[in-house]
Nanobody
């Protein structure tokens, strides 16, 4: 079973940047496609970015394409989400997720991902 742990969420000023980290453990040597999501209170998880298992392909939600960058380092079993020009409306809990058993995503919906971390809180102050 794969475990995921996000970190890097902090309080940041509007206009600032942040890099979130997602470390996976439990299956040494295994690599899976990874996604980042966020969740606002009372809302469904919102897709942000996806990267395939070897890092050669990425996909972004239109709303964050120009500001967020997903990457990974498979030698460290780690994924990253670099976020720039943060605004108060980016305040949310951010999650990383993996697809460990299913096919590549088609809609990038949360249900296509089967392993999730507990999330990290990002707060952007105005």
């Amino acid at each position: 079973q794969v475990q995921l742990a996000e970190s890097g969420g902090i309080l940041v000023q509007a206009g600032g940047s942040l890099r979130l980290t997602c470390v996976s453990s439990g299956r040494p040597g295994a690599t899976y496609s990874m996604g980042w999501f966020r969740q606002f209170p009372g809302k469904e998880r919102e897709f942000l970015a996806h990267i395939n298992a070897d890092g050669s392909s990425t996909h972004y939600a239109d709303s964050v394409r120009s500001r967020f960058t997903i990457s990974r380092d498979n030698t460290r079993n780690t994924g990253y989400l670099r976020m720039t020009r943060l605004q108060p409306e980016d305040t949310a809990v951010y999650y990383c997720a993996l697809i460990t058993t299913g096919p590549p995503p088609t809609t990038y919906s949360a249900h296509e991902y089967d392993s999730w971390g507990r999330g990290t809180q990002v707060t952007v102050a105005s």
